[in-house]
């Protein structure tokens, strides 16, 4: 969460994704066997274009229903640069862009037509396909972040006369893992993902766990905990902006010490407030981070608008500029849009590392567009061979082993302004964020439901803080 998240059409790029490893390819006769088939057309058919938009349709050919939280798409294109970076977007889709995630990986077999790929993957809100059954138009697109037009008559997946449904062997379909439909480019077709084994989490797990029932942010008991309630200034947010730790307050909802992030402005740098809360010490790795927090879509006074960020993420210090051990995992909700997208959407990233000054990222992520508005569970587990995003007991994304942390990183809630565009009253308007509970669990992977038992049991025992977590 630093000054670059200020570049707006830069920020949230999912740019170098998982690496997949060559197999052999496939034939189309087997995807007819396995039940599924991809239908592809083109509604961008230039050979260059300010974005790209592949159009899909998913078929199940088979005779028993597919669990479409199960598929994955790829669709592979020849980056326009070695350091450029895309961003995905769903237009319209007959099941809901919400139920429809992208994001980016590179090939570990290079081509003249692909050294990326696109990937297409469904939430479990999407439901089941039944036999017979397409999920109807999925109108997606993707553009360079910086929206300089794209070439994509060098893309191995792109058709330009394609412009009518049609069955499409160059883009691929996972099923569980395994690749049923279409060749991908130069033997690059994926190998399944590894998926994190939730360990039981007994007493060897060293835990914090923090319930927030302090009485404000100058409580003794809040910085012998190990929090700072930040007060220096700088990024990420609007330029002139304070950090102001009296926003941050601790109060009661539903029975639970809950801590309480505002933010404020009346339009300009100098009556703006941003808020955030963390860790002293990085020293936290791998293992399962979880929390409760309460977005807003509405300000609690004043006109709504404005570009804010509502977030729960983990981080560790950029030592230089695209340093590799840098990590970064990220819960961002924007309620009102920002850096380029019109409404409501909730990103989680996961970040290997960046250039600030010429801008440069690694990383990838997921996303949602609607409303989280409300008490949310969020939940990220990091093992050996993947990061792993929940949201309220639901798979929300998982991101490639290349995104493991090196260092141990520090714990953070933090909500503020992007820039003054999205609301230019100078009204005085203030947001709320709300924290229930903070748990992290080292080296150990936790289901969603693990979770909620540890937090039952620490509350049910009375028990409002701990921290085994040795200092790294």
Same mark, same amino acid.
């Given at each position: 969460?630093?000054?670059?998240? %200020?570049?707006?059409?830069?920020?949230?790029?999912?740019?170098?994704?998982?690496?997949?490893?060559?197999?052999?390819?496939?034939?189309?006769?087997?995807?007819?066997?396995?039940?599924?088939?991809?239908?592809?057309?083109?509604?961008?058919?230039?050979?260059?274009? @300010?974005?790209?938009?592949?159009?899909?349709?998913?078929?199940?050919?088979?005779?028993?229903?597919?669990?479409?939280?199960?598929?994955?798409?790829?669709?592979? #294109?020849?980056?326009?640069?070695?350091?450029?970076?895309?961003?995905?977007?769903?237009? &319209?889709?007959?099941?809901?862009?919400?139920?429809?995630?992208? %994001?980016?990986?590179?090939?570990?077999?290079?081509?003249? %037509?692909?050294?990326?790929?696109?990937?297409?993957?469904?939430?479990?809100?999407?439901?089941?396909?039944?036999?017979?059954?397409?999920?109807?138009?999925?109108?997606?697109? #993707?553009?360079?972040?910086? &929206? !300089?037009?794209?070439?994509?008559?060098? +893309?191995?997946?792109?058709?330009?006369?394609?412009?009518?449904?049609? @069955?499409?062997?160059?883009?691929?379909?996972?099923?569980?893992?395994?690749?049923?439909?279409?060749?991908?480019?130069?033997?690059?077709?994926?190998?399944?993902?590894?998926?994190?084994?939730?360990?039981?989490?007994?007493?060897?797990?060293?835990?914090?766990?923090?319930?927030?029932?302090?009485?404000?942010?100058?409580?003794?008991?809040?910085?012998?905990?190990? &929090?700072?309630?930040?007060?220096?200034?700088?990024?990420?947010?609007?330029?002139?902006?304070? &950090?102001?730790?009296?926003? *941050?307050?601790?109060?009661?909802?539903?029975?639970?010490?809950?801590?309480?992030?505002?933010?404020?402005?009346?339009?300009?740098?100098?009556?703006?407030?941003?808020?955030? *809360?963390?860790?002293?010490?990085?020293?936290?790795?791998?293992?399962?981070?979880?929390?409760?927090?309460? $977005?807003?879509?509405?300000?609690?006074?004043?006109?709504?608008?404005?570009?804010?960020?509502?977030? $729960?993420?983990?981080?560790?210090?950029?030592?230089?500029?695209?340093?590799?051990?840098?990590?970064?995992?990220?819960?961002?909700?924007?309620?009102?849009?920002?850096?380029?997208?019109?409404?409501?959407?909730?990103?989680?990233?996961?970040?290997?590392?960046?250039?600030?000054?010429?801008?440069?990222? *690694?990383?990838?992520?997921?996303?949602?567009?609607?409303?989280?508005?409300?008490?949310?569970?969020?939940?990220?587990? *990091?093992?050996?061979?993947?990061?792993?995003?929940?949201?309220?007991?639901?798979? $929300?994304?998982?991101?490639?082993?290349?995104?493991?942390?090196?260092?141990?990183?520090?714990?953070? $809630?933090?909500?503020?302004?992007?820039?003054?565009?999205?609301?230019?009253?100078? %009204?005085?308007?203030?947001?709320?964020?709300?924290? +229930?509970?903070?748990?992290?669990?080292?080296? !150990?992977?936790?289901?969603?439901? !693990?979770?909620?038992?540890?937090?039952?049991?620490?509350?049910?025992?009375?028990?409002?803080?701990?921290?085994?977590?040795?200092?790294?």
């Amino acid at each position: 969460m630093r000054n670059r998240r %200020t570049q707006a059409a830069l920020a949230v790029a999912a740019l170098l994704g998982s690496a997949a490893l060559a197999a052999l390819p496939l034939t189309t006769a087997s995807a007819a066997t396995d039940g599924l088939a991809v239908q592809y057309r083109t509604s961008a058919a230039g050979a260059t274009a @300010d974005q790209s938009e592949p159009w899909l349709k998913l078929r199940n050919t088979g005779s028993s229903a597919v669990d479409l939280a199960q598929v994955k798409i790829r669709y592979y #294109f020849k980056a326009d640069s070695a350091g450029a970076s895309y961003r995905f977007a769903c237009s &319209w889709a007959v099941k809901g862009c919400s139920v429809i995630t992208g %994001t980016f990986g590179t090939l570990a077999n290079p081509t003249p %037509t692909a050294d990326r790929y696109l990937e297409i993957g469904f939430t479990p809100a999407a439901g089941s396909l039944a036999p017979g059954a397409d999920t109807g138009d999925m109108q997606l697109r #993707f553009h360079q972040s910086t &929206w !300089q037009p794209l070439t994509q008559s060098d +893309d191995y997946s792109f058709g330009a006369g394609q412009t009518s449904y049609g @069955d499409w062997t160059k883009v691929t379909a996972q099923l569980a893992g395994q690749t049923v439909w279409g060749t991908a480019p130069g033997g690059n077709n994926p190998d399944p993902t590894p998926t994190p084994t939730p360990t039981d989490p007994g007493p060897s797990g060293a835990t914090l766990f923090d319930d927030f029932g302090y009485t404000s942010h100058t409580d003794p008991a809040l910085a012998a905990h190990g &929090w700072r309630v930040r007060s220096n200034s700088g990024g990420p947010g609007v330029p002139g902006a304070a &950090w102001d730790p009296s926003k *941050v307050t601790f109060t009661t909802e539903g029975g639970n010490s809950v801590m309480n992030l505002e933010t404020s402005s009346a339009g300009s740098g100098s009556s703006t407030t941003h808020t955030e *809360v963390l860790t002293q010490d990085m020293k936290f790795k791998n293992g399962t981070y979880a929390a409760r927090v309460k $977005f807003s879509d509405a300000p609690k006074y004043g006109p709504d608008g404005d570009h804010i960020v509502q977030t $729960f993420f983990t981080i560790n210090d950029l030592k230089a500029p695209m340093a590799d051990d840098y990590a970064e995992y990220d819960f961002e909700y924007l309620p009102n849009g920002g850096w380029g997208e019109p409404s409501n959407i909730l990103y989680t990233t996961s970040w290997e590392t960046y250039n600030p000054d010429p801008w440069q990222a *690694v990383n990838q992520h997921s996303e949602s567009r609607q409303s989280f508005a409300g008490w949310h569970d969020l939940v990220v587990t *990091v093992d050996g061979t993947a990061i792993t995003y929940y949201i309220d007991g639901q798979l $929300f994304g998982t991101h490639g082993s290349q995104y493991l942390p090196e260092r141990p990183m520090s714990i953070n $809630f933090n909500q503020w302004l992007i820039d003054l565009n999205g609301q230019t009253s100078t %009204t005085p308007r203030a947001y709320d964020q709300r924290v +229930d509970y903070v748990l992290h669990v080292k080296n !150990q992977v936790l289901t969603p439901a !693990q979770v909620a038992a540890k937090v039952a049991a620490y509350r049910s025992a009375g028990t409002t803080f701990v921290d085994e977590v040795p200092a790294s």
